[in-house]
């Protein structure tokens, strides 16, 4: 059984920085991909980086390009959401997410972690 382990999330200042976890295990499948996605109150949850396992490509959505970086540490099936110069906006549950096609469309994805909170103060 897919498992996904999200961690990492807490408050912070605006302009701080944060790192994400997306712990995976029970795939029975060499290639996947891992996507992160947030959800703010009263908002549609969206779609916010991915990161294919086997190639480390990885794409952005444009209002976290630059600041964010995903990674991924395959000894350990770990993905990484590092977060830089968090701003308020940046508030919400993230989500991270796996599936077979890098996509931004959440419902091409098949397993879902458990969310974490991030809170960015003004």
């Known amino acids: 059984e897919v498992q996904l382990q999200a961690s990492g999330g807490g408050l912070v200042q605006a302009g701080g920085s944060l790192r994400l976890s997306c712990a995976a295990s029970?795939?029975?499948?060499?290639?996947?991909?891992i996507g992160w996605f947030r959800q703010a109150p009263g908002k549609e949850r969206e779609w916010v980086s991915d990161?294919?396992?086997?190639?480390?490509?990885?794409y952005y959505a444009e209002s976290v390009k630059g600041r964010f970086t995903i990674s991924t540490d395959n000894a350990k099936n770990t993905v990484y959401l590092q977060m830089n110069r968090l701003k308020p906006e940046d508030t919400a549950v993230y989500y991270c997410?796996?599936?077979?096609?890098?996509?931004?469309?959440?419902?091409?994805?098949?397993?879902w972690g458990q969310g974490t909170q991030v809170t960015v103060s003004s």
């Open positions: 997410a796996a599936g077979g096609t890098m996509t931004t469309r959440r419902g091409e994805y098949d397993y």
């Open positions: 029970g795939f029975t499948f060499d290639d996947y991909v």
């Open positions: 990161i294919r396992k086997s190639d480390r490509s990885a």
